[in-house]
């Protein structure tokens, strides 16, 4: 037995050497592999995108000078460390537009199209009537129009651009646009939602901020939302695009009663109070510049909750955040340092002061610190958004917009981009009056509906305050950019006012807001300047 044993051990010596060889080279072949496979950078995960959207704030309404040549295009006295953040770590936009009201601007930005387009040109009840408003201003000068009440079935919104590429959308605070934004693709909303959730204070209280104010304009909640989605898509592992509408920096105005006290104590507010005769005590919250630098700030902090989650989350490398206004405003505050309002006009106007809006974005691929001064419009989002998400921004069909990403990355505008048409349509009464614009490279051509005969044309390059009409200097320019203005509304019909048959001077003359039209209305060769851009109004 001993024998045979030996014998097989013998013969088997070749065999088990074999076997040990052939295990020994497997194994360096598979470390061989795992070590090939490591060194190849793994496929980049699809980014996030997470959108800032902020309620009435000025192009000067920050800290942030929108124009590094221009000391009135920032805010001086309000302090923003996170937006002042943003521009530092992303990129500032010079020239961004939007809407001269909140709800077009909105659905401008859900739908990639420009309000001719879409026919969403303002928040405002129709009366039951499709095209003209006949009931609402009977006896004006033309007959405005009514607007569409919702975003149209058949256009192609964020969410739902984004879910074929494999993303999750929020919207958070702020909708008013009517409809449910579910039914648009959002997984996770705050409903069909107008200003009034944004306003904590009941409209009746004017006068002071109560002590026990915690989450003035539903800031710290929101946030906390927001946050809390962000949260949970990393940890599925999903992207995701998210939509933070914040109600600041909306009238009704809000802040935490300590921010408010810390503002009460500058110098300059209370160099203020005491120009206008009044105090920290007597005055209505609406006017107090206190509680606007307050909201501003409290909304800051909010903004950098947002920003420290991003980091804490190690997402950092991998998420885009957009901030931008949803319309122009223009904020007396600017005046506590002796500075004037840089452009002409104001919600509801397509005047500068209207449309021109902050914009800064940070990403990766964007150079921190960098500045863009071609013309960029919030109906441009949606194709960015896209493109980034690794979709093809040509296929979507019927919009207006185009992707800024490549730019972003640092592709250098050609001329084509530079001096496309921006295209801008508000054919209501209301604080202003009907009337379209049109902005191509630095020339603008506005057309006022109640006097059609008076030409307009701006040089935006030496005339941001939109001061000298040079139409009658440049009548072909103006020809020509007035036309383009007039097929488009055509092309995609628009709704155009109409002469009013039964316009009564006497009465247009008593409404409210006659005075405001007067001096913000149409007007050959230079206009009078306003009380509060004097000094700075030719820039």
Aim: with cysteine; net charge negative; charged share 25%.
């Amino acid at each position: 037995m001993k024998n045979i044993l030996q014998t097989l051990l013998c013969a088997s010596v070749p065999f088990m050497k074999y076997i040990i060889t052939f295990q020994v080279t497997v194994t360096l072949l598979l470390l061989n592999c795992v070590s090939t496979l490591a060194a190849v950078p793994a496929a980049p995960s699809k980014p996030n995108i997470i959108l800032l959207f902020i309620d009435d704030w000025a192009w000067n309404g920050s800290p942030v000078p929108m124009d590094d040549k221009m000391e009135n295009s920032r805010m001086p006295v309000l302090q923003m460390p996170n937006v002042e953040r943003l521009a530092r770590e992303g990129m500032k936009f010079r020239n961004a537009y939007a809407s001269p009201q909140c709800s077009p601007s909105r659905v401008c930005v859900q739908t990639g199209q420009s309000s001719p387009r879409n026919g969403f040109t303002v928040f405002m009840n129709d009366r039951g009537q499709d095209y003209f408003d006949k009931k609402g201003y009977p006896e004006f000068p033309v007959i405005p129009c009514v607007s569409d009440m919702t975003i149209d079935t058949d256009a192609v919104t964020i969410p739902e651009a984004l879910k074929p590429l494999g993303y999750d959308s929020a919207h958070i605070g702020k909708w008013h646009m009517r409809g449910d934004p579910g039914d648009e693709g959002y997984v996770l909303h705050d409903g069909d939602t107008s200003n009034d959730p944004g306003n904590t204070l009941p409209k009746e209280n004017n006068q002071r901020l109560p002590d026990d104010m915690s989450d003035p304009k539903l800031m710290f909640s929101v946030t906390e939302k927001a946050i809390r989605f962000m949260n949970k898509q990393v940890k599925v592992g999903k992207p995701f695009y998210l939509q933070i509408s914040h109600y600041a920096m909306h009238e009704g105005r809000e802040c935490l009663p300590a921010t408010r006290e810390k503002y009460v104590q500058h110098p300059l507010v209370q160099a203020w109070y005491k120009k206008n005769n009044t105090s920290a005590d007597k005055i209505n919250r609406k006017q107090d510049p206190a509680i606007w630098l307050g909201m501003g700030e409290d909304l800051d902090g909010r903004i950098g909750a947002v920003l420290d989650r991003i980091e804490e989350l190690g997402i950092e490398d991998n998420t885009y955040v957009v901030m931008i206004s949803d319309n122009g405003y223009r904020h007396k505050e600017l005046q506590l340092t002796g500075l004037t309002q840089p452009l002409h006009g104001a919600k509801w106007w397509v005047w500068q002061g209207g449309i021109r809006v902050p914009m800064i974005v940070r990403g990766p691929g964007i150079k921190p610190g960098s500045v863009f001064n071609g013309n960029v419009v919030n109906y441009d989002l949606l194709p960015t958004f896209v493109e980034w998400a690794g979709g093809d921004p040509k296929k979507l069909s019927n919009i207006d917009g185009v992707s800024l990403a490549s730019y972003m990355a640092g592709q250098q505008p050609d001329a084509a981009f530079l001096n496309r048409y921006l295209y801008f349509h508000y054919p209501h009464y209301r604080s202003g009056m009907p009337h379209s614009a049109i902005v191509s490279g630095l020339r603008k051509v506005l057309h006022f509906y109640e006097q059609p005969n008076v030409p307009m044309l701006f040089d935006l390059s030496s005339d941001q305050g939109e001061v000298n009409n040079i139409a009658l200097a440049d009548p072909q320019e103006h020809q020509r950019l007035h036309d383009e203005l007039m097929r488009f509304l055509k092309e995609v019909n628009a709704r155009i006012p109409q002469p009013n048959p039964d316009y009564d001077p006497a009465v247009y003359k008593q409404s409210d807001g006659y005075e405001q039209r007067m001096t913000w209305g149409p007007f050959k060769d230079r206009r009078p300047l306003d009380d509060d851009e004097i000094k700075n109004a030719d820039n």
